[in-house]
């Protein structure tokens, strides 16, 4: 399975709400499991390079305070083509609801 096989698998399935998804990231500082939610009608950006683009600021829930920056690349369909991170690194659903049912609810609040 290619890279972006594997993108269409996390990206497509579960977690999928209407006019966005959820991504699902991990800490590398502390493991903190945490989500947020892309809405593709508003949250997208036009790109100098006629698509659009994201990008994403998730903050733990108060345990540590490593700042993890999700940049997320976008076709002009509005289909994700490009992703990267720093702080951090993208899991599945499947592995954040894992963490949080080891490690109690509720999930942790999560900014933009
Ligand atoms: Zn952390």
Redesign the pocket.
């Known amino acids: 399975m290619g890279f972006l096989d594997a993108l269409k698998g996390l990206f497509v399935g579960t977690g999928r709400v209407s006019g966005g998804y959820y991504i699902y990231v991990r800490?590398?500082?502390?493991?903190?499991a945490l989500r947020t939610r892309i809405n593709l009608q508003n949250d997208l950006s036009e790109s100098d390079a006629g698509g659009y683009i994201l990008n994403k600021t998730l903050?733990?829930s108060g345990?540590?305070?490593?700042r993890?920056e999700v940049h997320l690349e976008f076709n002009p369909a509005r289909q994700l083509v490009h992703r990267e991170i720093s702080?951090?690194e993208f899991i599945t659903a499947q592995e954040f609801d894992q963490y949080w049912a080891q490690n109690g609810n509720p999930a942790p609040r999560v900014t933009r």
């Open positions: 800490c590398n500082r502390c493991g903190e903050v733990g345990r540590c305070f490593e993890i702080g951090g």
